[in-house]
Structure formats: C-alpha cells, structure tokens
C-alpha cells in the first residue's frame, strides 16, 4: 500500500482494518512447542516534548518469532494493567506461556489467564509480602531438602555493558 502523504496516521485505519492485520500476523506465527508471549510497556521517547504527552505502549511479543503481536496505548490516567488485560482478552493465549512483570500479580490478571488455559509466569516482589514470603518458604524446603522435585536452567547474558546469569527453578 502506497501513502502519498507519507506513513498512515492511526486515524488512516478502521478498527475492523486493524483487526485484520493483527490476524494476519498472528497467522503468520511458527508455532513450534508451546508459544511463549511477553507482555512490556514502555514509554514511546521523541513522541512529544512535553511530558504530559507522552506515548506509552504495552506490547504482546512472541519471543520464539520474534513478532509483535498487538500494541495497546495506555491512557494517560491510568497504568499499563487494564490495557494488558485487554490485550489478553484480544489474542489465543490457549496453551501458550505468557509472561508479565510483577506490577501484574494481581488476582483478576491471573484469573484471566487461568480461565483462558494458558501458563503464567509473573514476578513477584516483596511489595507482596504474604506471596513473597509463602513462595519463598516452598522453595526454601526445597533447597533444605536437596533441590529434588526440581529442574534448573542456568542462562547467561552480556549486553549494555554487563554480564547476566540466570537461574531458573521449577516446581513439580
């Protein structure tokens, strides 16, 4: 599609166009195992001058195609949970791994999830001090214990001048 007047605005495509497209690239997706989607917001730099005006985007990712599968404008008002949780409501998260930052360990988030069937995983901080301290105790047995019952993946990361390694445990 060629734009005369340069890249289309927002306004240039109808709803129903958009859905479009974002089923177009949903199809467009490998499916390979189970589909692992993250969820991120962040703040669009250079969209506006003054602060008040900033573009702040939530992004569904799939990481094993590496597509953006749906954006989601934040109001300015509000924060970046509701436009997830439409998000969620907008894409087939059956089967997959969905992963969310801890601002979204909240009980309707994960019931959305779970009534959706898909896996979760969802950081949990100590701002949440009673699911804080009962994750930790479970896998504080766990290591007393010996780490049996548990699988680990030890991941290892250098970028924007650090190095970064990982470990991952899992109950079973």
Request: proline share 2%; net charge positive.
């Amino acid at each position: 599609m060629v734009f005369p007047h340069g890249t289309a605005s927002r306004s240039y495509f109808s709803d129903s166009q958009l859905l479009a497209l974002y089923s177009w690239v949903n199809h467009q997706r490998d499916k390979s195992g189970i589909p692992v989607i993250a969820f991120d917001g962040k703040t669009i730099r250079g969209a506006s001058k003054r602060a008040t005006d900033k573009l702040y985007l939530v992004s569904a990712y799939d990481c094993d195609s590496g597509l953006t599968l749906l954006h989601n404008c934040v109001d300015s008002k509000s924060n970046e949970i509701p436009a997830v949780r439409e998000l969620l409501q907008m894409l087939d998260i059956t089967g997959a791994m969905v992963i969310l930052d801890a601002m979204h360990c909240q009980k309707d988030t994960l019931n959305q999830l779970i009534s959706r069937q898909a896996d979760y995983v969802v950081r949990a901080k100590g701002n949440k001090k009673n699911l804080y301290c009962a994750i930790a105790n479970v896998f504080q047995q766990k290591f007393d214990a010996g780490k049996g019952g548990m699988e680990m993946k030890v991941t290892s990361d250098k970028g924007h001048g650090r190095e970064e390694t990982r470990t991952v445990y899992k109950l079973r």
